[in-house]
């Protein structure tokens, strides 16, 4: 039995009293399940990717949880069970959530059946994604509620509220945690699962089907919904007033409460469980009680600009910033700016310099062969989101621009086609990316009848986010035996006649066949083939060191970027030689391919014991 279903045990033994740590996402995810969930998709994006991971954990006769091929299929997954009268949550990241931004939209409009609710997780501080997005700008684009817990047991509550608030007020709900929520442990306490039957399907078409005629007698039902929300809201406990110094009240939402708590306890709070609607009367009633109001939220001034507006003397993004995570450090910093606390003494530099650790592909990557090969081709290489995007570094510096998930194949469309660019035309998309986004893109290559070379970086799993299952992979979230996709035959349905699929450690087959799919003419296709050292399952063969007799520190194996090969402290000519770590090495052979040291069979590098 897993540990979830343990938990699920105890708990309704227990009469629902049972407390546990778990991280925000765990915490999403019990109060999906606790709420009656049926179905749950996503599609695995750091930080949001242990949502989905965490609810195929409880029973199948509970809930179906599937990884979809990107994150707009999800949503219209979890639409089609919400058509069907069953609770379905989807998860994203929030770039994620740019791709299902079209579904969202429309959904808006013609509202749920079964309760739908979107968990998306926003990265203040990019640690993770390739931009700062703030989610809360598209709840208010879509008209649709956004509730912000502050904590693991906010996220779990939260959750299951979200569920009946979708079908309270007709609309698709938003739970928006950010990286340091989801990924924060805490204790938690748990409840039983609310056993939800299914409605029966509603037909109506006229409600159903999106069309110019139904927006517009939708239309006001969707402000009319606002407004109904905004005065839920305001009456609703979670809106939480907590009254102290009249001469300081602060407006909070999301974590931000945790760092005003933890900075200026004796200030007045007026504590949000949504940016979007407002609680208006709440914030009116409250900001009249205090002499000087703060608004302290992350990312954007979302609740400080609708504040502002109702004419209320607001100070917010003026003190505290809209770049990055907040903290309790810099809100105390931008307490310390408006006069309201002192600064404290500066303190003494650290007495060591930390040590830096560059971004480096893992030892042995499959990634380092298939980009070894580009550097030295003068191509010009497009790019795309997965551990590859790493290749643009030093020392394999063979990657030209990267935009978003699937973008590559389009970006060398556009390159081949605005013939202005002399070099030969590389997109580089992993195989997940492939399924998410770049199917669309090949077509129009071909159709459009471009000249590029598209590398198809086939390592058998979702790499970057933890080694999920994709259709690529033959298996599901679950684990279940399924479809495997066929890239081979893909590419040809979509009329690509060259393709060819290389061992990524190969590099001299590799590299002659990059060279003759580039001077193809039209869309050619190469499968560079092998399966992610590290996930799922941990790869290790017999470990390669260096004959230090034999190394003349010439740095081929260096330009690897294996971070497995180091300088050593013996010279040669004054330069240092290489070594190998042996706990990181995982016998490859790529170093030992680009060793030129003549007159040793296996050059300066053999295998070790």
């Known amino acids: 039995m897993s540990s979830v279903a343990k938990v699920v045990e105890t708990a309704d033994a227990a009469g629902g009293l049972e407390v546990r740590p778990m991280t925000g996402n765990e915490a999403i995810a019990r109060g999906a399940w606790e709420a009656g969930v049926r179905l749950a998709s996503a599609y695995p994006g750091t930080p949001s990717t242990e949502i989905l991971e965490n609810l195929a954990l409880y029973p199948r006769e509970d809930l179906h949880a599937q990884w979809s091929t990107n ?3 999800a949503l219209d997954v979890a639409i089609g069970a919400s058509y069907c009268g069953v609770r379905a949550l989807t998860a994203a990241k929030h770039v994620g959530l740019n791709v299902a931004a079209d579904a969202l939209l429309s959904q808006a409009y013609i509202g749920v059946h079964g ?3 979107l968990a998306i997780c926003d990265d203040p501080g990019i640690h993770s994604s390739q931009t ?13 509620p956004v509730l912000e817990p502050a904590d693991a047991q906010e996220a779990l509550e939260y959750t299951r509220l979200a569920f009946d608030l979708s079908e309270e007020f007709d609309t698709p709900v938003i739970v928006r945690s950010t990286t340091r929520l989801s990924h924060t442990r805490a204790p938690v306490r748990v409840g039983p699962r609310q056993e939800v039957p299914p409605k029966p399907f509603r037909e109506e078409p006229e409600r159903n089907v999106i069309m110019p005629s139904l927006s517009r007698r939708q239309r006001p039902r969707i402000i009319a919904r606002e407004k109904n929300l905004e005065a839920w809201f305001s009456a609703s406990a979670l809106t939480r007033r907590e009254m102290r110094s009249a001469k300081i009240g602060v407006i909070t939402v999301g974590m931000a409460y945790v760092y005003v708590k933890e900075v200026l306890p004796e200030a007045s709070v007026l504590k949000l469980p949504s940016s979007y609607p407002l609680a208006r009367d709440a914030i009116r009633e409250f900001c009249a009680s205090v002499e000087r109001v703060f608004v302290v939220e992350e990312l954007e001034a979302i609740v400080e600009t609708e504040v502002r507006a109702m004419g209320i003397d607001a100070h917010g993004k003026q003190f505290f910033t809209r770049i990055g995570e907040l903290s ?10 408006a006069g309201i606390l002192a600064a404290r003494p500066a303190m003494p530099p650290a007495p060591f310099t930390p040590l830096v650790r560059p971004p480096v592909l893992c030892a042995g990557c499959p990634h380092i062969g298939s980009y070894h090969g580009l550097r030295g081709d003068d191509a010009r290489v497009t790019g795309d989101i997965g551990c590859y995007t790493l290749a643009a570094l030093k020392p394999l510096a063979a ?3 990267c935009v978003s998930m699937g973008s590559s194949i389009g970006n060398a469309v556009g390159m081949s086609l605005s013939r202005a660019e002399r070099k030969p035309i590389v997109a580089t998309i992993g195989d997940s990316t492939f399924l998410h986004g770049g199917i669309p893109a090949l077509i129009d290559a071909v159709y459009n009848q471009a000249n590029i070379t598209v590398l198809l970086l086939d390592n058998r799993t979702v790499a970057m986010t933890g080694g999920q299952d994709h259709p690529g992979t033959g298996k599901t979230l679950r684990g279940d035996k399924t479809h495997k996709v066929d890239y081979e035959a893909i590419c040809r349905a979509a009329g690509v006649s060259w393709i060819k699929r290389i061992d990524s450690y190969d590099l001299a087959v590799g590299h002659q ?3 003759e799919a580039m001077e193809y003419d039209g869309v050619a296709v190469v499968i560079s083939d092998r399966p992610c050292v590290l996930d799922p399952v941990k790869i290790k063969g017999t470990p390669f060191r260096v004959r230090a007799e034999a190394c003349t520190a010439c740095q081929s194996c260096m330009n690897l970027g294996c971070p497995a090969i180091t300088w050593s402290d013996e010279l040669f000519e004054g330069r240092h030689k290489v070594q190998i770590d042996q706990s990181l090495c995982i016998g490859c052979s790529m170093c030992v391919q680009v060793c030129p040291t003549d007159g040793l069979a296996c050059g300066a590098i053999e295998a070790g014991a």
């Open 71 to 73: 994150e707009k299929v």
């Open 115 to 117: 309760g739908l609710v």
């Open 132 to 144: 700062e997005q703030d989610t809360r700008l598209y709840a208010r684009l879509a008209t649709v």
């Open 399 to 401: 990657m030209d621009t």
């Open 328 to 337: 309790a450090e810099n809100v105390r910093e931008g307490f310390v700016a």
């Open 513 to 515: 066949t990059l060279r």
